[in-house]
């Protein structure tokens, strides 16, 4: 189910060592498991925490525990510790903690959504901005709505044909065309300036 690193058990056992008090493990939870915000928390966790339907895995000196409702976004996760010169950086990877890619029999308008939650939009976040499906046309027209930092932004043209058009129609061959919906002269903040 889960592989945890040498390293890794070893960081959890010293943590569970110096922190006193009655731990008797690492909790492991799935938080907002299925979206795109999906993500891991690890806590301390005493016999009193645990409401009986946890897996558990026995480790070096402690116990992980995974909450029942979050075992099947952790199927296949991996947990390792890397020591760095000013410290050390804990790592999950959890690929199934975002849910699945739908499948071939899953509608059209299903599989951009999650493109663009799940692979578009965690790229455009790093300046800020966001796009949302406005439109799926019959021929296959996919038309975009860009939000926050790629609203008004001076390089949206760059950005939709370069990396989003060529991401979508290399996953969804169904797809003939990727279109901006946006009035980009209300945009309020962009990343770029316009060039007047």
Aim: net charge negative; with cysteine.
């Amino acid at each position: 189910m889960i592989e945890i690193s040498q390293s890794a058990q070893h960081h959890f056992r010293h943590l569970i060592q110096t922190q006193g008090g009655d731990a008797i493990g690492i909790l492991l939870t799935a938080v907002e498991p299925g979206t795109p915000r999906a993500d891991a928390r690890l806590e301390f966790c005493e016999r009193e925490d645990l409401i009986g339907d946890e897996w558990s895995l026995d480790c070096d000196g402690f116990t992980l525990f995974v909450r029942g409702d979050s075992a099947e976004y952790f199927d296949g996760a991996e947990v390792d510790y890397q020591t760095h010169a000013t410290g050390g950086q804990l790592t999950i990877r959890a690929p199934r903690i975002k849910g699945r890619e739908p499948g071939s029999e899953a509608s059209l308008v299903e599989r951009v959504r999650w493109l663009l939650e799940n692979e578009i939009n965690p790229r455009l976040a790093a300046h800020g901005g966001k796009v949302a499906l406005a439109e799926l046309t019959a021929e296959g027209e996919v038309f975009l709505r860009f939000g926050g930092g790629c609203h008004g932004c001076g390089m949206v043209d760059v950005t939709l044909k370069q990396g989003i058009e060529k991401t979508l129609r290399e996953r969804l061959p169904e797809i003939t065309a990727v279109r901006d919906a946006t009035d980009h002269a209300t945009g309020a903040r962009p990343y770029y300036r316009r060039s007047d």
